[in-house]
């Protein structure tokens, strides 16, 4: 997610925007807020499920909106105020992703259709509608489907192939456009335009040669855990 709001706001910085300081703010809130939200999030469900064979098994959409629930409903009266709290807070940074998001698809609809923002943005938003209504049919009419075996959902399958497939495709490919084919120098270049890049030569090394190698072995990791070669 970070990622993809640096790259989506990234592309509107004027030059005089220093791209390494961006990078390192975005970077550390990010692992940050991660960080704490795993110290609280991750001890509760555990304490609920009595496992963390038990939490691991519902990660993902499970975790948000069936695990956590149940944390909140031990919580007594303080449960309602909690839960309306955690739930506002998702609501928020749903919203604020998706801005970042959408406005990448409209971007691309913009540009690939030479159609006006306004009509592009009807496009993303009929796609979305479409799509969302397909996934919450998936716990209504649609809940017969059970695409990740018994138990799962039409909203596990799309979290699994979008987290776990597509976004490891999309980095190899990034760092192998990247590393490769506009060559680093491109990059660097465009970095110290605003501020130095004195990790310049780890960069290079980093897209070029550790970085796709360690998407590979995510990417085959996730699937592979997926359909039972082996467990996480």
């Known amino acids: 997610l970070a990622m993809g709001i640096m790259i989506t706001y990234g592309s509107y910085l004027d030059k005089k925007s220093s791209l390494t300081q961006s990078v390192a703010r975005i970077g550390g809130f990010d692992i940050g807020v991660s960080f704490l939200a795993g110290l609280m999030i991750v001890p509760a469900a555990f304490v609920a499920m009595?496992?963390?064979?038990?939490?691991?098994?519902?990660?993902?959409p499970s975790l948000m909106f069936v695990t956590l629930p149940a944390v909140f409903a031990d919580m007594g009266g303080a449960a309602t105020v909690i839960g309306f709290l955690f739930f506002?807070?998702?609501?928020?940074?749903?919203l604020t992703s998706a801005?970042?998001?959408?406005?990448?698809?409209?971007?691309?609809?913009?540009?690939?259709?030479?159609?006006?923002?306004?009509?592009?943005?009807?496009?993303?938003?009929?796609?979305v509608v479409i799509a969302g209504a397909i996934i919450n049919?998936?716990?209504?009419?649609?809940s017969f489907i059970e695409?990740?075996?018994?138990?799962?959902?039409?909203?596990?399958?799309?979290?699994?192939?979008?987290?776990?497939?597509?976004?490891?495709?999309?980095a190899l490919l990034t760092c192998v456009f990247v590393g490769w084919i506009v060559k680093p120098k491109t990059i660097i270049d465009e970095v110290r335009i605003s501020s130095k890049f004195s990790a310049a030569?780890?960069?290079t090394i980093m897209i070029k040669y550790i970085a796709p190698v360690l998407v590979i072995?995510?990417?085959?990791?996730?699937?592979?855990a997926q359909f039972g070669f082996f467990s996480m």
């Open 88 to 94: 506002l807070l998702v609501l928020f940074a749903a």
């Open 50 to 60: 009595g496992s963390g064979e038990a939490v691991a098994a519902n990660s993902g």
């Open 201 to 203: 030569g780890a960069w």
């Open 137 to 142: 049919a998936g716990y209504n009419g649609l």
């Open 99 to 127: 801005i970042s998001l959408v406005e990448t698809l409209v971007s691309i609809v913009h540009d690939g259709l030479q159609c006006t923002r306004a009509k592009a943005l009807g496009i993303v938003i009929a796609f």
């Open 147 to 170: 695409p990740l075996g018994a138990g799962s959902s039409i909203l596990d399958f799309a979290d699994f192939i979008s987290n776990s497939v597509l976004m490891p495709i999309v």
């Open 217 to 224: 072995i995510i990417l085959v990791a996730y699937v592979a």
